[in-house]
């Protein structure tokens, strides 16, 4: 199963594949300080997960993890934009303040 993570501190997000992608979750979890969610699984082999890599290699950040992109977001059929406003609404509610890199992610997606 190919499977979609988001980070939720830099809006990055990871392609990837596992047979069981909640698992998976919790081990890339475990050795990341930020939150990580799972947005969307698709039907997939090792193989396809390889050729998304590769369809997707100008949005890549570093192995695994690309920009988050309307490509990717069509791809998965997931409306990112909804759960990351709902996201910053509730960040907003608790009074936590934006650093940079958030401020540049509500600006790029004119939130």
């Not at 396809?48 to 791809?75: A, M, P, R």
């Amino acid at each position: 199963m190919i499977y979609l993570i988001i980070n939720r501190k830099d809006w990055t997000c990871k392609i990837g594949y596992s047979n069981n992608p909640i698992k998976r979750l919790s081990n890339l979890q475990t050795g990341n300080s930020f939150g990580l969610e799972l947005i969307s699984t698709i039907e997939g082999s090792r193989s396809d997960e390889k050729q998304l890599h590769v369809l997707f290699k100008k949005h890549k950040l570093n192995g695994e993890w690309f920009y988050i992109c309307n490509d990717i977001k069509e791809y998965f059929n997931v409306t990112i934009e909804i759960y990351m406003k709902s996201y910053l609404e509730n960040i907003k509610a608790d009074n936590i303040e934006f650093n940079n890199t958030e401020y540049a992610v509500l600006i790029k997606l004119k939130l």
